[in-house]
T-cell receptor, first 110, second 119 residues
């Protein structure tokens, strides 16, 4: 079993829909990252959080440390949001390694 | 430069050839990471540098893989005697502070990766 599990693996939505992507992890962590990867490989860091909730534009990320679970929400989705969204965790205060989920492929149709 | 730069973007090599992949981190960034991303998978950790010191190479899949960062800035990942299973996207990331300790929770900035195809 992977240390980081994402669901769903693939998600197709219509423009304007509210999107939720989930991430569960099995280890104690110091931080959780949400990353966006467009075709061609480049990865952009969206959020880094260790508790609570963060918001940036139409993106919202939440984390529940007790339940070892995080969600990424996209409000009013747009075709340009189409990408792979990856959850990654850094375990422990002295561990620099990121462990990644397999990613969720999001396609938003116009 | 403004971001992490990797070159080449694409590399095709024949099985058995040696390849070298370059990473230019953000200027002044202490930490540098290499990751390997197979098709349809998330990235996997290969190795970590703090300045010029390679503090962790536990993710390197075999002794054919070698990484260096001799002056604490540019890094090169070298793969000797390439095999088909080495085909992947190789990602480099850098962060401002050391990867351990109280300042370690800094975001990693990723390059666009090098897509390596071994024929």
């Amino acid at each position: 079993k992977n240390e980081v599990e994402q669901s769903p693996q693939n998600l197709t939505a219509q423009e304007g829909e509210f999107i939720t992507i989930n991430c569960s992890y099995s280890v104690g962590i110091s931080a959780l990252h949400w990353l966006q990867q467009h075709p061609g490989g480049g990865i952009v860091s969206l959020f880094m959080l260790s508790s609570g909730k963060k918001k940036h534009g139409r993106l919202i990320a939440t984390i529940n440390i007790q339940e070892k679970h995080s969600s990424l929400h996209i409000t009013a989705s747009h075709p340009r949001d189409s990408a792979v969204y990856i959850c990654a965790v850094k375990s422990g205060g002295s561990n620099y390694k990121l462990t990644f989920g397999k990613g969720t492929l999001l396609t938003v149709n116009p | 430069g403004a971001g992490v730069s990797q070159s080449p973007r694409y590399k095709v090599a024949k099985r058995g050839q040696d390849v070298a992949l370059r990473c230019d981190p953000i200027s002044g960034h202490v930490s540098l990471f290499w990751y390997q991303q197979a098709l349809g998978q998330g990235p996997e950790f290969l190795t970590y540098f703090q300045n010029e010191a390679q503090l962790d190479k536990s993710g390197l899949p075999s002794d054919r893989f070698f990484a260096e960062r001799p002056e604490g800035s540019v890094s090169t990942l070298k793969i000797q005697r390439t095999q088909q299973e080495d085909s992947a996207v190789y990602l480099c990331a850098s962060s401002l502070t050391p990867g351990t300790g109280t300042l370690s929770n800094q975001p990693q900035h990723f390059g666009d990766g090098t897509r390596l195809s071994i024929l």
